[in-house]
């Protein structure tokens, strides 16, 4: 029922900045938690960043250089990154689980969308 989709991913220099955007349709629950998620090649799928009532957490990877947000009048969730570095090269992806608390747990979320590439080059 909920649809996410995620735009924004692009490549860019290391140093460079990029604002993803998560436009949410469909999404009924009264508690929530939003959150971004990145695969890169090889590797799992990683929490990144998380937002919900309760507040919002971060991957110690990206603490000080993202920050997550949310514009509730346009059904919107944003990841605004920044010092982007060749780590953060990944497909990144937004998701929802339906929870009151902040959580970057993989099996609390049960909506994700299709992803979008970031390519950080040095």
């Known amino acids: 029922q909920v649809q996410l989709v995620e735009s924004g991913g692009d490549s860019v220099q290391a140093g460079g900045s990029l604002r993803l955007s998560c436009a949410v349709t469909g999404n009924t629950y009264s508690k929530y938690c939003l959150g971004w998620f990145r695969q890169a090649p090889g590797k799992e799928r990683e929490g990144v960043a998380a937002i919900s009532r309760d507040g919002r957490t971060y991957a110690d990877s990206v603490k000080g250089r993202f920050t997550i947000s949310q514009d509730n009048a346009k059904n919107t969730l944003y990841l605004e990154m920044n010092n982007l570095k060749p780590e953060d090269t990944a497909m990144y992806y937004c998701?929802?689980?339906?929870?009151?608390?902040?959580?970057?747990?993989?099996?609390?979320?049960?909506?994700w969308g299709q992803g979008t590439q970031v390519t950080v080059s040095s």
């Open positions: 998701a929802v689980a339906p929870v009151r608390w902040v959580t970057l747990r993989l099996h609390e979320y049960n909506s």
